[in-house]
């Protein structure tokens, strides 16, 4: 059981672009998936829970789109598409846009283009909220990579102060400072004006 | 992180035919009384001992003041911020506006 979750858990990351399955590891990982979701989507068949079926053969979808089978990936979204557009479930739908967005817009134009609209619009609204927390996340790992000279400097950095502003206030030399930002930079790969995302 | 020593070499970085051995340490005697800062990579000044390269350009380092003919939107970002900043190897790069080049 615990392993049939961690497989959805994992299916899911994917399938909504917030895991990258890379290497040897990722490539067995990738061709388990659909052979551990399809019987969960049997199961949510049988029992006519519709919400459940959409996720299921949307996140099949996307792990048979991740490995580049757009054939398997197709017929999934196209029964995807069947169920959700009685009861209009198009955040179900924008939730993987992320990662099959062209095969979505493809599928859904065939059928009803004002519903890919709806969707599209969806999916913008969940990409910023996407953007915002991705950073977060993505910043406290950056943040463990920084030494606590570099976080000090960074977050004075992000509160705007210049480098001789930041020198002084910290007590450091002016090659100290200029050094850290670089450094930070380099390990974030942002620029200065985006060091509040990453603290 | 790993601790370094002062005096430790950091790294040799070859760039335009030169080979720059850089050590750590502490740019100004504050930095080693801060707690906060470890013994860093000491970078080449040139600023204070300009080099060029066989073709005239001065060597610069990414955090290096930017001089006067500074194009780009951050000068307190240093030289890699500037238009005219080739980047090389690690923090050593070149500068190759014309203004800057010398000229023999």
């Given at each position: 059981m615990y392993y049939a979750k961690y497989l959805y858990a994992s299916a899911y990351a994917v399938a909504t672009g917030t895991l990258q399955m890379e290497g040897v590891q990722g490539l067995s990982l990738m061709s388990v998936l659909p052979h551990a979701l399809e019987p969960l989507i049997a199961w949510a068949k049988s029992n006519q829970t519709v919400v459940s079926e959409i996720y299921l053969r949307?996140?099949?979808a996307a792990v048979y789109h991740n490995s580049g089978?757009?054939?398997?990936?197709?017929?999934?979204?196209?029964?995807?598409?069947?169920?959700?557009?009685?009861?209009?479930?198009?955040?179900?739908?924008?939730?993987?846009?992320?990662?099959?967005?062209?095969?979505?817009?493809?599928?859904?134009?065939?059928?009803?283009e004002a519903a890919w609209q709806e969707v599209k619009r969806l999916h913008r609204i969940y990409d910023e909220g996407w953007a915002v927390?991705?950073?977060?996340?993505?910043?406290?790992?950056?943040?463990?990579?920084?030494?606590?000279?570099?976080?000090?400097?960074?977050?004075?950095?992000?509160?705007?102060?210049?480098?001789?502003?930041?020198?002084?206030?910290?007590?450091?030399?002016?090659?100290?400072?200029?050094?850290?930002?670089?450094?930070?930079m380099e390990k974030s790969g942002m620029p200065r004006s985006e060091f509040a995302a990453i603290l | 992180?790993?601790?370094?020593?002062?005096?430790?070499?950091?790294?040799?970085?070859?760039?335009?035919?030169?080979?720059?051995?850089?050590?750590?340490?502490?740019?100004?005697?504050?930095?080693?009384?801060?707690?906060?800062?470890?013994?860093?990579?000491?970078?080449?000044?040139?600023?204070?001992?300009?080099?060029?390269?066989?073709?005239?350009?001065?060597?610069?380092?990414?955090?290096?003041?930017?001089?006067?003919?500074?194009?780009?939107e951050d000068p307190d970002g240093g030289c890699y911020g500037c238009r005219h900043y080739r980047r090389g190897a690690d923090f050593i790069g070149l500068c190759r506006c014309e203004e800057n080049r010398r000229n023999e």
């Open positions: 949307m996140t099949t089978r757009d054939r398997e990936a197709v017929q999934h979204i196209d029964r995807a598409i069947s169920l959700a557009l009685p009861d209009r479930l198009f955040g179900l739908l924008a939730e993987y846009c992320r990662v099959m967005g062209l095969l979505i817009e493809e599928r859904l134009c065939r059928v009803d927390l991705g950073g977060s996340v993505r910043g406290k790992r950056i943040v463990t990579t920084l030494s606590q000279k570099e976080r000090e400097v960074a977050k004075l950095a992000a509160f705007g102060m210049s480098n001789a502003q930041i020198a002084e206030k910290l007590h450091m030399s002016l090659s100290v400072v200029k050094q850290a930002i670089r450094v930070t | 992180m790993q601790k370094h020593r002062e005096g430790e070499l950091y790294r040799v970085i070859a760039l335009e035919g030169q080979e720059f051995a850089v050590y750590y340490g502490y740019y100004e005697e504050c930095d080693r009384q801060n707690p906060l800062c470890d013994p860093v990579p000491l970078y080449p000044d040139f600023i204070k001992a300009p080099l060029y390269n066989g073709e005239g350009y001065p060597f610069a380092t990414d955090m290096q003041d930017p001089c006067r003919y500074f194009a780009g």
